[in-house]
Protein backbone atom coordinates (compact mmCIF):
# COMPACT_ATOMS: atom_id res chain seq x y z
CA UNK A 1 0.00 0.00 0.00
CA UNK A 2 1.31 3.48 -0.46
CA UNK A 3 2.73 5.53 2.35
CA UNK A 4 4.02 8.59 3.59
CA UNK A 5 5.90 8.40 6.99
CA UNK A 6 7.14 11.21 8.65
CA UNK A 7 9.77 8.96 10.82
CA UNK A 8 9.66 11.83 13.90
CA UNK A 9 6.55 12.69 15.41
CA UNK A 10 8.31 14.71 17.48
CA UNK A 11 11.53 16.69 17.78
CA UNK A 12 13.19 18.72 20.55
CA UNK A 13 16.35 20.31 19.23
CA UNK A 14 18.30 23.38 21.06
CA UNK A 15 18.60 27.08 19.24
CA UNK A 16 21.40 27.53 17.15
CA UNK A 17 21.33 23.58 15.90
CA UNK A 18 20.71 22.07 12.77
CA UNK A 19 17.12 20.52 12.70
CA UNK A 20 16.75 17.88 10.08
CA UNK A 21 13.40 15.99 9.54
CA UNK A 22 12.62 12.82 7.29
CA UNK A 23 10.06 12.22 4.81
CA UNK A 24 9.66 8.28 3.88
CA UNK A 25 7.27 6.74 1.22
CA UNK A 26 6.21 3.84 -0.53
CA UNK A 27 4.94 2.99 -3.86
CA UNK A 28 4.80 6.07 -5.16
CA UNK A 29 6.33 7.52 -8.03
CA UNK A 30 5.92 11.60 -6.78
CA UNK A 31 6.94 14.16 -9.66
CA UNK A 32 7.67 16.35 -6.93
CA UNK A 33 7.43 17.12 -3.38
CA UNK A 34 6.42 19.92 -1.06
CA UNK A 35 7.41 21.05 2.52
CA UNK A 36 4.62 22.69 4.48
CA UNK A 37 4.86 24.41 8.11
CA UNK A 38 1.65 24.72 10.21
CA UNK A 39 1.47 26.60 13.12
CA UNK A 40 -1.32 25.18 15.72
CA UNK A 41 -5.05 25.94 14.87
CA UNK A 42 -3.50 27.35 11.26
CA UNK A 43 -3.38 26.18 7.85
CA UNK A 44 -0.26 24.88 6.59
CA UNK A 45 2.14 27.54 4.55
CA UNK A 46 4.57 26.08 1.70
CA UNK A 47 8.22 26.65 2.52
CA UNK A 48 9.54 24.48 -0.33
CA UNK A 49 8.97 22.45 -3.40
CA UNK A 50 11.43 20.28 -4.98
CA UNK A 51 10.87 18.55 -8.47
CA UNK A 52 11.80 14.69 -9.15
CA UNK A 53 15.18 15.48 -11.07
CA UNK A 54 16.82 17.83 -8.50
CA UNK A 55 18.54 16.62 -5.97
CA UNK A 56 18.66 19.58 -3.70
CA UNK A 57 16.83 22.79 -2.80
CA UNK A 58 18.16 25.96 -0.46
CA UNK A 59 16.12 28.92 0.40
CA UNK A 60 17.12 30.99 3.26
CA UNK A 61 17.95 28.75 6.50
CA UNK A 62 15.85 26.13 5.16
CA UNK A 63 17.17 22.97 2.68
CA UNK A 64 15.54 20.23 0.90
CA UNK A 65 16.97 17.18 -0.42
CA UNK A 66 15.19 14.62 -2.86
CA UNK A 67 16.70 10.97 -3.05
CA UNK A 68 14.03 9.07 -5.43
CA UNK A 69 16.41 5.83 -4.95
CA UNK A 70 16.07 6.07 -1.24
CA UNK A 71 12.36 7.53 -1.81
CA UNK A 72 13.02 9.95 0.85
CA UNK A 73 13.36 13.51 1.03
CA UNK A 74 15.24 15.48 4.11
CA UNK A 75 14.20 18.65 5.65
CA UNK A 76 16.79 20.93 7.34
CA UNK A 77 16.35 24.11 9.07
CA UNK A 78 20.14 25.38 10.35
CA UNK A 79 20.51 28.14 12.67
CA UNK A 80 17.62 27.21 14.35
CA UNK A 81 14.86 29.40 16.71
CA UNK A 82 12.73 29.33 18.81
CA UNK A 83 10.17 30.53 16.18
CA UNK A 84 10.70 27.72 14.06
CA UNK A 85 8.62 25.68 16.42
CA UNK A 86 5.54 24.39 14.21
CA UNK A 87 4.66 20.89 13.11
CA UNK A 88 6.31 20.60 9.22
CA UNK A 89 4.45 18.34 6.50
CA UNK A 90 5.55 16.77 3.24
CA UNK A 91 3.47 16.11 0.96
CA UNK A 92 3.74 14.48 -2.90
CA UNK A 93 2.28 15.11 -5.75
CA UNK A 94 2.22 11.89 -8.47
CA UNK A 95 0.72 13.80 -11.52
CA UNK A 96 -0.29 16.82 -13.06
CA UNK A 97 -3.03 17.44 -10.97
CA UNK A 98 -3.61 19.85 -7.54
CA UNK A 99 -3.60 16.42 -5.34
CA UNK A 100 -1.17 16.47 -2.31
CA UNK A 101 -0.80 13.60 -0.06
CA UNK A 102 0.56 14.90 2.75
CA UNK A 103 2.23 12.78 6.11
CA UNK A 104 1.78 12.60 9.22
CA UNK A 105 4.14 15.60 9.66
CA UNK A 106 6.58 16.40 12.60
CA UNK A 107 6.39 18.67 15.49
CA UNK A 108 9.79 20.71 15.93
CA UNK A 109 10.25 22.25 19.42
CA UNK A 110 13.52 24.99 19.62
CA UNK A 111 14.36 25.17 22.86
CA UNK A 112 16.69 28.28 24.23
CA UNK B 1 -2.56 40.51 -1.80
CA UNK B 2 -5.22 39.10 -0.11
CA UNK B 3 -5.28 35.45 1.30
CA UNK B 4 -7.15 32.57 0.99
CA UNK B 5 -10.35 33.36 2.36
CA UNK B 6 -12.74 30.22 4.53
CA UNK B 7 -16.14 31.16 6.26
CA UNK B 8 -17.30 30.43 8.74
CA UNK B 9 -14.17 29.69 10.52
CA UNK B 10 -15.83 27.81 13.22
CA UNK B 11 -19.31 25.59 13.12
CA UNK B 12 -21.51 23.42 15.59
CA UNK B 13 -23.77 21.14 13.80
CA UNK B 14 -25.71 18.01 14.64
CA UNK B 15 -25.88 14.44 13.44
CA UNK B 16 -28.11 14.30 10.66
CA UNK B 17 -27.69 18.07 9.45
CA UNK B 18 -26.27 19.17 6.38
CA UNK B 19 -23.36 22.03 6.06
CA UNK B 20 -21.82 24.32 3.66
CA UNK B 21 -18.20 25.49 3.72
CA UNK B 22 -17.10 28.27 1.32
CA UNK B 23 -13.37 29.44 -0.02
CA UNK B 24 -12.61 31.94 -2.10
CA UNK B 25 -9.40 32.11 -3.66
CA UNK B 26 -6.49 34.22 -4.43
CA UNK B 27 -7.19 36.66 -6.89
CA UNK B 28 -6.25 35.10 -10.28
CA UNK B 29 -6.31 31.76 -8.45
CA UNK B 30 -8.19 29.11 -10.65
CA UNK B 31 -7.65 25.92 -8.70
CA UNK B 32 -9.25 24.75 -5.42
CA UNK B 33 -8.78 21.93 -3.63
CA UNK B 34 -10.38 20.60 -0.19
CA UNK B 35 -8.69 18.87 2.67
CA UNK B 36 -9.59 17.29 5.82
CA UNK B 37 -7.32 17.31 8.65
CA UNK B 38 -8.21 14.95 12.11
CA UNK B 39 -5.30 14.02 14.35
CA UNK B 40 -6.16 10.47 13.66
CA UNK B 41 -5.64 11.04 10.04
CA UNK B 42 -4.02 14.10 9.16
CA UNK B 43 -4.57 15.78 5.91
CA UNK B 44 -6.39 13.79 3.43
CA UNK B 45 -7.38 15.13 0.11
CA UNK B 46 -11.41 15.94 -0.56
CA UNK B 47 -11.33 17.16 -3.77
CA UNK B 48 -9.68 19.48 -6.57
CA UNK B 49 -11.68 22.13 -8.72
CA UNK B 50 -10.40 23.73 -11.72
CA UNK B 51 -13.06 25.68 -14.51
CA UNK B 52 -15.89 25.02 -12.62
CA UNK B 53 -14.81 21.28 -12.97
CA UNK B 54 -13.93 18.26 -10.29
CA UNK B 55 -11.22 16.95 -11.35
CA UNK B 56 -10.14 14.66 -8.61
CA UNK B 57 -11.78 13.09 -5.67
CA UNK B 58 -10.03 11.92 -3.00
CA UNK B 59 -11.33 8.68 -1.05
CA UNK B 60 -14.61 10.19 0.63
CA UNK B 61 -18.39 9.16 0.94
CA UNK B 62 -20.50 10.95 -1.58
CA UNK B 63 -22.22 12.86 1.19
CA UNK B 64 -19.17 14.83 0.24
CA UNK B 65 -19.63 17.20 -2.70
CA UNK B 66 -18.58 20.21 -3.84
CA UNK B 67 -18.69 22.79 -6.56
CA UNK B 68 -16.61 25.41 -8.50
CA UNK B 69 -18.22 29.38 -9.68
CA UNK B 70 -16.76 30.84 -12.84
CA UNK B 71 -15.31 33.16 -10.57
CA UNK B 72 -13.06 30.64 -8.90
CA UNK B 73 -14.80 30.46 -5.61
CA UNK B 74 -15.82 27.23 -4.23
CA UNK B 75 -18.01 25.39 -2.02
CA UNK B 76 -18.03 21.96 -0.09
CA UNK B 77 -21.32 20.43 1.22
CA UNK B 78 -21.33 17.40 3.71
CA UNK B 79 -24.71 16.29 4.08
CA UNK B 80 -26.19 14.04 7.28
CA UNK B 81 -23.20 14.70 9.28
CA UNK B 82 -21.57 12.15 11.44
CA UNK B 83 -19.92 12.53 14.59
CA UNK B 84 -16.22 11.61 12.65
CA UNK B 85 -16.85 14.50 9.93
CA UNK B 86 -15.74 16.74 12.94
CA UNK B 87 -12.56 18.03 11.61
CA UNK B 88 -10.41 21.40 10.40
CA UNK B 89 -11.61 21.64 6.88
CA UNK B 90 -9.13 23.13 4.71
CA UNK B 91 -9.79 24.98 1.62
CA UNK B 92 -5.57 25.63 -1.43
CA UNK B 93 -5.63 27.39 -3.76
CA UNK B 94 -2.94 27.32 -6.80
CA UNK B 95 -2.44 29.37 -9.58
CA UNK B 96 -3.12 26.35 -12.04
CA UNK B 97 -2.52 22.40 -11.92
CA UNK B 98 0.16 20.86 -10.43
CA UNK B 99 4.08 21.59 -9.54
CA UNK B 100 2.71 24.93 -7.65
CA UNK B 101 2.89 26.24 -4.30
CA UNK B 102 -0.74 25.70 -2.52
CA UNK B 103 -2.21 28.63 -0.30
CA UNK B 104 -4.01 27.29 2.00
CA UNK B 105 -7.06 29.28 4.37
CA UNK B 106 -7.21 29.07 7.95
CA UNK B 107 -9.35 26.53 7.71
CA UNK B 108 -13.38 25.59 9.17
CA UNK B 109 -13.23 24.09 12.40
CA UNK B 110 -16.58 21.72 11.97
CA UNK B 111 -17.66 20.21 15.39
CA UNK B 112 -20.66 17.71 15.10
CA UNK B 113 -22.52 16.99 18.19
Known amino acids: SQKIEQNSEALNIQEGKTATLTCNYTNYSPAYLQWYRQDPGRGPVFLLL?????KEKRKERLKVTFDTTLKQSLFHITASQPADSATYLC???????????FGTGTRLQVTL | KAGVTQTPRYLIKTRGQQVTLSCSPISGHRSVSWYQQTPGQGLQFLFEYFSETQRNKGNFPGRFSGRQFSNSRSEMNVSTLELGDSALYLCASSLTRGLTEAFFGQGTRLTVV
Open chain 1, 50 to 54: IRENE
Open chain 1, 91 to 101: ALETGTASKLT
